[in-house]
């Protein structure tokens, strides 16, 4: 049973008359992770940030759990439901890595006592030192922020995560951890992953990869990427 | 509760814009206990100045048409004035006497109230005071000893004003700019789920929290300098004392909350048009 679905989903920017794509119809379960990939500019960002609740569509409807994303209290769903990795991270670049998980918990509600504690626990699992999360965010790498963030999206331990190009600043090493840990999280834990990716290496721990082009979606198997 | 701890460490790292949005602040609010403890010292001067002169009478033969002069005036003798001062009407008398004769336009009365003036003539007439007679209040003294307060007071009024409408306009450029820079932070708080009400009230705390350090240091330096001020601006006889009393602090901590919250206002106004993702699009 879907857990996210796309239903004769159309979009299309405000004032423009092309569709960025049109009747998309996709089911997203728990317990897989699922890959999009497609050339720059296909509509793969926009179809995420559909997903996480950013932005609604022109016609059609997404459903999370049987509701209408468009009717429902979004900021609720982005702060409960969904863990968002976004492709520009999007973190707070004054505050440290550990400001920025221990104010997401707050914002989602954890109840957790000690929050600290358990943002150095997420870091840990990312790669990311007791010393270095104590760094505001600018003193941070990019692959490190690029970790920050993953840790953010996970530290309210949300029933989705939605990621746009999520190891695209990581070395190989790393890499190979996140996947591991987003693969885990999905096979796991049963939550549903949902990742951009132009990465081969991501999408082989794909259970379902999609194309997007011209507008059109299709699901494809590995070999033929 | 996150929403405070959040605005309070926002504090500490946004250190060269709150220290810029809190030197105008320290400004507006010491000038503003400058003016207001010289305007409300001097309301209080001039009203007690009124009272005092509101109580005080006297009489006067009428001039007469013809040679502008007293001569041909009935006369009020000594007995007349110390008739005319057994009154319930007075708090006090203070009658004048000169070369051995009753001054009745040298008397003064002193009225337990301004209000009973007229009771107190009528009183007078039925024990024999002349129809040529005046009974007046001397405008021109009071005109004369209440003027510089007045012009002290009116430069007072002015000074806060202009500093209270320059004071909003700085503050509304200042925070305008300040939520054109945080424009991505709102956009990346809004993206985590953080409600608008919460974002409004984080960026609210952290005007309050700025507004009233400012206005505990603006109320010692504005006392401290009220004196000298209005020593420099007073130009009547002796000199005038300027002291800041519970009323006028009360004020001005009003007026910088009604002028941190209408900023606030501004921040509002801007937050509710933008979208997360517009932002967020806008910056990647």
């Known amino acids: 049973m879907s ?7 159309t979009y299309k920017y405000e004032g423009s008359s092309k569709n960025i794509f049109k009747d998309v119809n996709m089911d997203f379960e728990k317990g897989k992770v699922y890959t999009i990939v497609g050339k720059s500019g296909a509509g793969k960002s926009t179809l995420l940030n559909l997903l996480a609740g950013l932005d609604t569509a022109t016609e059609g409807s997404v459903t999370y759990e049987n509701e209408n994303l468009a009717e ?15 492709q520009g991270l ?17 914002i989602s509600g954890v109840s957790e006592r000690n929050k600290k504690a358990k943002t150095y626990s997420l870091l840990e699992k990312v790669g990311i030192s007791k010393e270095k999360a104590t760094r505001k ?31 695209g ?38 259970d379902e990869m999609w194309g997007l082009d011209k507008g059109v979606f299709r699901q494809m198997t590995k070999d033929k990427k | 509760m996150y929403v405070f701890e959040h605005a309070l460490l926002n504090l500490g790292k946004n250190k060269g814009r709150n220290i810029l949005l809190g030197i105008m602040l320290f400004a507006v609010i010491a000038s503003a206990v400058i003016a207001l403890s010289i ?3 001097t309301d209080s001067i001039i009203e007690n100045a009124r009272i005092e002169f509101n109580t005080m009478i006297q009489i006067r033969p009428q001039r007469r048409q013809m040679g502008g002069n007293d001569n041909g005036a009935s006369t009020v003798t000594l007995e007349d004035l110390h008739r005319f001062a057994d009154s319930d009407y007075l708090s006090g008398v203070q009658i004048g006497v000169g070369g051995g004769f009753a001054r009745g336009n040298e008397t003064v009365f002193y009225l337990r109230s301004p209000e009973l003036l ?60 300040a939520i054109r820079e945080r424009k991505y932070e709102i956009g990346v708080l809004r993206a985590m789920g953080m409600k608008k009400n919460k974002v409004v009230l984080c960026l609210w705390v952290e005007t309050i929290v700025i507004t009233f350090v400012c206005f505990v240091f603006g109320i010692i330096v504005g006392t401290v300098l009220s004196n000298p001020v209005a020593g420099a601006l007073w130009t009547g006889e002796g000199q005038i004392n300027i002291a800041l009393n519970g009323i006028t602090a009360l004020q001005i901590l009003g007026a910088s909350l009604l002028l ?25």
């Open chain 1, 3 to 9: 857990t996210l679905a796309l239903q004769n989903v």
């Open chain 1, 72 to 86: 429902m209290n979004r900021n609720r769903y982005r702060a409960k439901n969904a863990g968002i990795i976004f």
């Open chain 1, 90 to 106: 999007n973190l707070l670049t004054n505050a440290t890595a550990i400001d920025n998980i221990v104010l997401s918990m707050n």
């Open chain 1, 137 to 167: 965010i600018l003193k941070l790498s990019g692959g490190e922020q690029q970790r920050v963030a993953i840790a953010r999206a996970l530290a309210h331990d949300p029933e989705l995560i939605v990621a746009d190009e999520p190891t």
């Open chain 1, 169 to 206: 600043n990581l070395d190989k090493q790393t890499e190979d951890s996140i996947l591991k840990i987003f693969s885990s999280l999905a096979h796991d834990e049963g939550k549903c992953v949902i990742i951009v990716t132009h990465s081969k290496k991501v999408t082989n721990i794909a």
């Open chain 2, 39 to 41: 305007f409300n010292a």
């Open chain 2, 118 to 177: 007229y009771a107190f003539e009528a009183e007078m007439r039925e024990k024999g005071l002349p129809d040529d007679w005046a009974v007046f209040r001397d405008e021109s003294s009071y005109r004369r000893m209440i003027a510089p307060i007045e012009n002290l007071q009116d430069i007072s009024l002015t000074f806060l004003i202009v500093v209270m409408l320059f004071g909003a306009a700085i503050m509304i450029l200042l925070s305008v700019i």
């Open chain 2, 260 to 284: 941190a919250t209408i900023t606030g206002a501004v921040s509002v106004s801007r937050i509710t048009k933008y979208e997360p993702i517009k932002i967020l699009m806008e910056r990647n």
